[in-house]
């Protein structure tokens, strides 16, 4: 692998490396656009939910996953810090087993669990689009054990609630794949631009020796042109000035 030379005009900077956009404006307004069908479908799917206790805390596990996005979004580099990374991770998966371990077994629905589930798969992708898939794995099988852990105390039982977030795993396989895909990727980039600023500077040096050949016949043919002129016109030139010419 190349080694990063910091400074180096060739060297890629941490905005250019990030090869996923993430934190971009276009991501955040998805996540936006997203959140909103979020409260929108946790709402539809609980309204018979009468207690306040699952509102309050399905209301905890959305904050708790709006915090973990931002946390993202305000990261503009490649590599998400291993603090960061773990902070992230912890919160996403608080913020799912809160959604999912206070829902009442009278009034259960699978789409109930559809949000929490769909927020954790996206924040995790991301994390192992950070380069932190270690993490992101971690939190994926914490969540699938306190979501059957979760599953077990509201009466649905162990497989149904840790069945709610298998879905998230195909999604990771994915974003691992992605991301295992792009570690060459800035090595490839830095290679390119070597091979721009090699060709740019080329062209610069043809340029340059180019212009400095045309002033070069330009002041020969100031100077002899005179003479030439003089030859032709059948001008005899004095002993002195002939050894001046020559």
Same mark, same amino acid.
């Given at each position: ?62 904050? =708790?996953? #709006?915090?973990?996005?931002?946390? !993202?979004?305000?990261?503009? $580099?490649?590599?998400?810090?291993? *603090?960061? @990374? +773990? ?38 992708? =991301?994390? #192992?689009?950070?380069?932190?898939? !270690?993490?992101?794995?971690? $939190?994926?099988?914490?969540?699938? *054990?306190? @979501? +059957? ?7 649905i039982g162990y497989a149904v609630g840790a069945g709610n977030t ?13 991301g295992l895909m792009a570690i060459p990727m800035p090595d490839r ?20 020796? +180019? ?6 016949l330009k002041r020969l043919d100031a100077g002899a042109r005179p ?20």
């Amino acid at each position: 692998m190349t080694p990063i030379r910091r400074g180096d005009p060739i060297d890629l900077d941490e905005t250019t490396g990030n090869l996923f956009g993430l934190g971009s404006p276009l991501l955040i307004r998805a996540l936006v656009i997203f959140a909103s069908v979020y409260v929108v479908v946790t709402v539809g799917a609980g309204w018979e939910i009468r207690s306040v206790a699952t509102w309050t805390a399905l209301a905890a596990g959305f904050v =708790m996953f #709006v915090v973990a996005a931002s946390t !993202l979004m305000r990261y503009g $580099g490649s590599t998400l810090p291993r *603090g960061t @990374a +773990a902070a992230v991770t912890v919160l996403t998966v608080a913020g799912l087993t809160v959604s999912l371990w206070f829902l009442p077994r009278e009034t259960y629905l699978t789409l109930q669990t559809t949000p929490g589930t769909s927020a954790m798969t996206i924040i995790l992708a =991301m994390v #192992v689009l950070y380069r932190r898939p !270690l993490f992101a794995w971690l $939190g994926a099988l914490c969540a699938t *054990g306190l @979501a +059957a852990v979760g599953g077990d105390l509201i009466g649905i039982g162990y497989a149904v609630g840790a069945g709610n977030t298998l879905f998230c795993y195909p999604v990771l396989v994915l974003a691992t794949l992605f991301g295992l895909m792009a570690i060459p990727m800035p090595d490839r980039l830095r290679m390119l631009r070597e091979q721009a600023f090699a060709q740019a500077a080329e062209e610069a040096a043809t340029a340059a020796s +180019a212009t400095e050949r045309t002033k070069q016949l330009k002041r020969l043919d100031a100077g002899a042109r005179p003479i030439l002129e003089q030859i032709a016109d059948g001008h005899e030139f004095r002993p002195k000035r002939r050894s001046t010419c020559v």
